[in-house]
């Protein structure tokens, strides 16, 4: 939960660039000069403790760890690494697209944008299908409460992720005008025709897959729940809550990106007027913070997902708060003869 990222430095600065790729110029860019930066860094004043929280919580407290547990902590750790790339991309829009990091940092960010992305899907996928075998099978899938399951799909996610997103190191790439760097995204590179196919089949296999399999387990948790009277109460609303809440990443933050992304590349393919490609682009500038959000949602589901993490967090906080107490006290006593 990042970040794709955009376009010229200025079209006033590069008044040949856009020709040059075949585009139209940008019309309004406060939209990336000031919209971007302002979420960018909200993402960041609240993901980057909160992960930083949840990771040491389910370290140091949260016993025994469990199959859940492994695939949270795996999680945390991938959207921690993401935010931490965020002032440059904050520095980079506030300063009008000025990219002043070097290209090894321009093509290091926007790799870990869509990793990121990417195996974050494919982690919340996988305790998707946990839970669906644990509610809907838990007898002949009993197995899978072992944790070196989940241990070892956490490895295969890190590894599928890294390489469906290594070609992008290649595929992008940044531009120099009048003394001004910019570092184009995906979308804005200039190689449009492997962009495209290479855009189109790293959709299909890493996010379209994952949301038909997390909606089908999730309706299916949900209709198993419903048809069983002996099922608690307290497990239904705990389940609706995790359907409503993945569901909710997975629609309203991954899906309108994924969307805009293809229609982006593809109105730099087609000839239409600058009007409607500028309009395009903006919403798919609209759309790159969204899919960052997941970093909130993540962070909510860590607290759904497991009833012990709230005391771990509040017994964390009250073991560094009596620690601080009890520091100052002694300096206190110290300082008395």
């Known amino acids: 939960m990042n970040e794709p990222l955009d376009d010229f430095a200025n079209a006033s600065d590069f008044p040949n660039y856009a020709a040059a790729l075949g585009n139209c110029t940008d019309e309004k860019i406060p939209l990336k000069t000031h919209y971007l930066p302002v979420i960018y860094s909200i993402i960041f004043l ?5 992960n930083a929280v949840a990771i040491s919580t389910y370290i140091f407290k949260m016993r025994p760890w469990r199959s859940s547990t492994i695939i949270m902590l795996n999680l945390a750790c991938t959207d921690l690494l993401y935010l931490t790339s965020l002032p440059f991309l904050i520095h980079y829009y506030a300063s009008g697209e000025n990219w002043i990091f070097g290209d090894f940092m321009c093509k290091f960010i926007r790799f870990g944008f869509h990793f990121n992305l990417y195996s974050s899907i494919l982690f919340l996928t996988c305790f998707s299908i946990f ?7 838990p007898m002949s899938c009993f197995s899978i409460h072992k944790t070196r399951w989940a241990v070892v799909a956490c490895g295969v996610v890190w590894i599928i992720s890294l390489v469906a997103v290594i070609p992008i190191t290649f595929l992008i790439t940044s531009t120099t005008r009048t003394n001004r760097s910019a570092c184009l995204d995906l979308t804005s590179s200039d190689d449009l025709t492997t962009i495209k196919w290479y855009n189109l089949i790293l959709t299909a296999t890493t996010f379209c897959l994952p949301l038909v399999i997390v909606t089908l387990c999730y309706t299916m948790i949900i209709y198993t729940l419903t048809q069983g009277p002996q099922t608690h109460s307290c497990l239904k609303q705990k389940a609706r809550r995790l359907t409503i809440l993945l569901l909710l990443v997975f629609y309203i933050c991954f899906l309108p990106f994924h969307i805009l992304r293809v229609i982006r590349i593809e109105s730099r393919l087609l000839s239409i007027s600058c009007s409607i490609e ?10 790159r913070p969204l899919a960052a959000l997941n970093t909130f949602g993540n962070l909510l589901l ?3 997902v497991s ?3 709230q005391q771990a967090v509040c017994s964390m906080v009250r073991c560094k708060a009596g620690g601080d107490l009890e520091q100052g006290k002694k300096v206190s006593h110290s300082n008395n003869p």
Do not use: L, T
């Open 131 to 137: 839970r669906y075998f644990v509610i809907i099978h």
């Open 278 to 287: 500028n309009q395009i682009h903006e919403a798919y500038i609209v759309s």
């Open 46 to 50: 609240v993901g980057f403790p909160g």
């Open 302 to 304: 860590y607290v759904v």
């Open 307 to 309: 009833n012990n993490f």
